[in-house]
């Protein structure tokens, strides 16, 4: 069974930082782009960046350059998110996801989509 | 950048009812945008990608359409199980992806 196991909640304060973890099993970890999505308090989905762990190659939503770092360990099948300086809007929950495609002929195209998703960690942050 | 809105932001209907979401871009993507469906407490879902290809497993009362700037997903026959919130997802040749805000639906 595919499945992304996400590390525990985060409790922190302001200024610290915090690295989470998303290690991937049942399928081979370096072939899928594997992303960060955030999801505020009773807010929608954003899509934070994406990381192919087969080469680091990294791309960030221009929302998260700068923000947070995304990284990858092939060799132990785990993607990370992390922060250098926290702040109180980082308060949300982030969910780790795997990128999959599909190539349609007819539209001699690659599509692109998220088909695994994590159990999301809960990062608070508060003084 | 292209900005992605979908609409309504909410909506009830009751059992049975057909129900349509529209997502609109900014600019046009082909068709290369996504749907997902997150129940209340849950993580999100895979529908439909490619605008308009259903994911194994997923109810065929369920439909997607569009290409360009103008998208819909449709639920032929609205069931209690679909309450949910709906985003569209968007992504260019870069691998950047962009939900829309999302679309509540209740039954009433």
């Known amino acids: 069974e595919v499945q992304l196991v996400q590390s525990g909640a985060e409790v922190k304060k302001p200024g610290e930082s915090l690295k989470i973890s998303c290690k991937g099993s049942g399928y081979s970890f370096p072939i899928y782009w594997i992303g960060w999505v955030r999801q505020m308090p009773g807010k929608g989905l954003e899509w934070m960046g994406i990381?192919?762990?087969?080469?680091?190659?990294?791309r960030y939503s221009p929302s998260f350059q700068g923000q947070v770092t995304i990284s990858a360990d092939k060799s132990i099948s785990t993607a990370y998110l992390q922060w250098s300086s926290l702040k109180a809007s980082d308060t949300a929950m982030y969910y780790c996801v795997r990128h999959d495609e599909a190539y349609i002929a007819a539209a001699s195209a690659y599509y692109y989509y998220i088909d695994v998703w994590g159990k999301g960690t809960t990062v608070t942050v508060s003084s | 950048d292209i900005q992605m809105t979908q609409s309504p932001s909410s909506l009830s209907a009751s059992v049975g009812d057909r129900v349509t979401i529209t997502c609109r871009a900014s600019?046009?993507?082909?068709?290369?945008l996504a749907w997902y469906q997150q129940k209340p407490g849950r993580v999100p879902k895979l529908l439909i990608y490619a605008a308009s290809i259903l994911q194994s497993g997923v109810p065929s009362r369920f439909s997607g359409s569009g290409s360009g700037t103008d998208f819909t997903l449709t639920i032929s026959s609205l069931q209690p199980e679909d309450v949910a919130t709906y985003y569209c997802?968007?992504?260019?040749?870069?691998?950047?992806?962009?939900f829309g805000p999302g679309t509540k639906v209740d039954i009433k």
């Open positions: 990381i192919y762990p087969g080469d680091s190659d990294t």
């Open positions: 997802q968007k992504y260019n040749s870069a691998r950047i992806f962009t």
């Open positions: 600019q046009g993507i082909s068709n290369f």
